[in-house]
């Protein structure tokens, strides 16, 4: 017989919220009988309503993702039964004791943060993963290594962390930039919203809002080369291999209107029609809806960089090998990025350009050429495959700034 009667316990979509992709939190539902209250707990999963009902419904046959999904929930609720029949339960308190190992008291902010990373793992999203990972350190270091409490993260708190982010100088003497802050507090932020869903934290201790703590954000740095930087590095010519394979890249992303290169290599020759490339944004397409292809062209000087770093497997490109993991996959772009920005810079020196570009300001040329070219932005926007206009728009910011300079030069 169960110890603990006055509870039931039910796995519910919780429709009050939505993330990017329009699913809905699942959440495990904790009903007390006795005292009428209820209390949702996440299961760390999202689902759209039909794929929901699907892995519900016992009676419906599933496979796939909905059959893994099925899977994760029974094995969720047959847990909270198992801490029901076993153990005398007779609040929620005590239910979270039994089911997770906490209690409100001791609840140590990196359970959470380790919940995350486990849960971006099984997503295979490890570029989140990686940035709660150096959350993690982040926060160690603030509190020189003792434990952070829920109940600590209070909108003063968050001002405290601030001011010490910003106030120290990195090993070579530059500031930490606002945007690097920024990012990791938003995703600290996803915690501290799913503690709230879970009653850990009340909406009056929310720390985010109206006359609490906002979250910094940085001016637009969009920085495209000047036209005849443009020019030169289209030129670019280079004994060195690493040197010209990197200006390659950066040409090729410029030439197929500021693709990303996590995008470049993962292209596929499935992926190519006639003298035509389709693909995805990798960066939207999670959060996207509906699923919208972009283009881009093949002609003469973009085939002869295909032919020079072409792939042996399905990837058109060399960088990515067929038989990888996704994680793997993940790493090695990220390596290969990380080292075309580095030789971008050695050529930056050699030509007498800006030091700080990267691969991303071909993007951010790309655009400044076409709207000197006077290119509708709309069309600049279909290229980009922006949902918005204001985003293409912010990528076109610096022509703002010539212009103001050239009145002030004409004065």
Not at 315 to 321: A, E, H
């Amino acid at each position: 017989m169960s110890k603990s009667l006055n509870f039931v316990v039910s796995i519910k979509l919780d429709r009050r919220s939505v993330d990017v992709n329009g699913n809905h939190p699942i959440k495990l539902r904790v009903w007390n009988r006795a005292s009428k209250r209820v209390k949702m707990y996440s299961c760390n999963k999202f689902s759209d309503p039909g794929t929901f009902e699907k892995a519900m419904n016992h009676k419906a046959t599933v496979k796939g993702d909905t059959f893994v999904l099925r899977t994760y929930l029974e094995r969720v609720l047959s847990n909270a039964t198992d801490v029901l029949e076993g153990n005398v339960v007779k609040s929620h308190e005590d239910f979270e004791k039994f089911m997770f190992g906490r209690t409100k008291q001791s609840a140590d902010l990196n359970h959470y943060i380790d919940r995350k990373i486990d849960e971006c793992n099984k997503n295979q999203q490890y570029s989140s993963r990686d940035i709660y990972k150096g959350l993690k350190k982040l926060l160690e270091s603030f509190s020189e290594d003792k434990s952070i409490e829920i109940t600590e993260l209070s909108a003063k708190w968050f001002e405290s962390l601030e001011s010490w982010y910003l106030g120290r100088k990195k090993s070579n003497g530059d500031d930490y930039k606002i945007s690097g802050y920024s990012i990791y507090i938003r995703h600290l932020r996803i915690i501290v919203n799913e503690l709230v869903d879970e009653e850990l934290i009340s909406q009056k201790d929310y720390p985010f809002g109206k006359n609490k703590y906002t979250i910094p954000s940085a001016e637009n740095n969009k920085r495209p080369l000047a036209s005849e930087d443009i020019t030169r590095l289209l030129n670019y010519k280079s004994d060195c291999p690493f040197k010209q394979h990197a200006v390659d890249f950066w040409k090729l992303s410029y030439y197929w209107m500021g693709i990303n290169l996590r995008d470049v290599i993962k292209l596929q020759w499935s992926n190519v029609h006639d003298d035509k490339i389709y693909y995805y944004r990798s960066k939207t397409f999670k959060r996207s809806k509906v699923k919208r292809k972009n283009t881009v062209f093949l002609d003469d000087r973009t085939t002869a960089i295909i032919d020079k770093y072409r792939g042996t497997g399905l990837f058109i490109f060399n960088v990515l090998v067929d038989s990888m993991s996704e994680e793997q996959k993940y790493r090695a772009g990220k390596n290969f990025i990380r080292k075309i920005n580095q030789h971008l810079k050695k050529v930056a020196v050699e030509l007498d350009i800006s030091i700080d570009i990267s691969s991303i300001w071909s993007r951010h040329s790309f655009a400044t050429e076409m709207k000197k070219k006077k290119v509708s932005p709309y069309i600049i926007q279909e290229a980009f495959g922006h949902k918005d206009i204001k985003t293409t728009e912010n990528y076109m910011s610096s022509l703002v700034e010539d212009d103001l300079r050239n009145i002030q030069k004409s004065l």
